[in-house]
C-alpha cells in the first residue's frame, strides 16, 4: 500500500468498497501509484486498473478494457467515444465480494495482455466525421483550416468531439465561433 494513496479512501462516500477494490488489486501484486488524483496500479511502467468514485457507484477503470474477454459482461464502455478503457462499477461491497474472483481474474488478464505488448486498435483523427457546420468554415476561411491541420491528432479530435456533442445545429455554431481564436493560436480545446 502507498501511503500516499490513503486519502482518497478516506474522503471518499464509497471507503469501504474502495478499499475492498485496492486490497484485491493489490493481492494481484500490482504496484499502487497516484496518478490524476486517483489510486492507479500499475505493471512495470504501464498503467493497468484505477479505483475512481462517481456519486452514483465506484469503478475500476481497466485501461486496455477493450481487449479483456469479458464473458461476465460486466465491463461498460462509458461513452461511445472511449475506445480502449472500460468500467467495471459496484454500488455495494456485496457486489465486489461476489464478483472478487472474476476481477482478479480480468486483472491477471489486463497484465498478460500487458507483458504480451498488444495495443488497442485505436481510431484515426481522420476517421473521425467532421460537422457540417465546422466544414463550412473550413472551406470559407482557408487560414483556418491550415491551423486546423496544423495540430496535433489528438488537438483535433477533441474539437472535432466538442463539436459533434451538441444535437442542434446553433449550438455546434456556436463552439465553433468560440474555438476559432483558440485553433488559430494553434491551441487545443482545453490549452491555456
Given at each position: 500500500?502507498?501511503?500516499?494513496?490513503?486519502?482518497?479512501f478516506?474522503?471518499?462516500?464509497?471507503?469501504?468498497?474502495?478499499?475492498l477494490?485496492?486490497?484485491?488489486?493489490?493481492?494481484?501484486?500490482?504496484?499502487?501509484?497516484?496518478?490524476?488524483?486517483?489510486?492507479?496500479?500499475?505493471?512495470g511502467k504501464?498503467?493497468?486498473?484505477?479505483?475512481h468514485?462517481?456519486?452514483?457507484?465506484?469503478?475500476?477503470?481497466?485501461f486496455?478494457?477493450?481487449?479483456?474477454?469479458?464473458?461476465?459482461?460486466?465491463?461498460?464502455?462509458?461513452?461511445k467515444?472511449?475506445?480502449a478503457?472500460?468500467?467495471?462499477?459496484?454500488?455495494?461491497?456485496?457486489?465486489?465480494?461476489?464478483?472478487?474472483?472474476i476481477?482478479?481474474?480480468?486483472i491477471?488478464?489486463?497484465?498478460?495482455v500487458?507483458k504480451?505488448g498488444?495495443?488497442v486498435?485505436?481510431?484515426k483523427t481522420s476517421?473521425?466525421v467532421i460537422?457540417?457546420?465546422?466544414?463550412?468554415?473550413?472551406?470559407?476561411?482557408p487560414?483556418l483550416?491550415?491551423?486546423f491541420?496544423?495540430?496535433?491528432p489528438?488537438?483535433?479530435?477533441?474539437?472535432?468531439?466538442?463539436?459533434?456533442?451538441?444535437?442542434q445545429?446553433k449550438t455546434?455554431?456556436a463552439r465553433?465561433?468560440?474555438c476559432?481564436?483558440?485553433?488559430?493560436?494553434?491551441?487545443?480545446l482545453n490549452?491555456e
Open positions: 500500500m502507498n501511503p500516499q494513496v490513503d486519502f482518497y478516506d474522503k471518499s462516500t464509497w471507503q469501504k468498497e474502495g478499499k477494490l485496492r486490497k484485491l488489486i493489490l493481492g494481484c501484486g500490482l504496484k499502487e501509484e497516484l496518478k490524476w488524483g486517483v489510486p492507479c496500479y500499475t505493471f504501464a498503467n493497468i486498473v484505477l479505483i468514485t462517481f456519486k452514483e457507484y465506484c469503478a475500476l477503470l481497466f486496455k478494457g477493450a481487449l479483456l474477454n469479458d464473458p461476465e459482461g460486466i465491463l461498460i464502455q462509458q461513452t467515444n472511449v475506445q478503457g472500460r468500467q467495471a462499477r459496484f454500488v455495494n461491497t456485496k457486489a465486489i465480494l461476489k464478483l472478487s474472483a476481477i482478479q481474474k480480468y491477471y488478464e489486463a497484465i498478460e500487458e504480451a498488444v495495443k486498435a485505436l481510431k476517421e473521425y460537422p457540417e457546420e465546422f466544414q463550412i468554415k473550413l472551406n470559407k476561411l487560414h483550416k491550415t491551423a491541420y496544423a495540430l496535433t489528438g488537438r483535433q479530435r477533441g474539437y472535432l468531439l466538442h463539436f459533434s456533442a451538441p444535437k445545429s455546434r455554431e465553433i465561433e468560440l476559432i481564436k483558440q485553433i488559430l493560436n494553434g491551441k487545443g490549452d
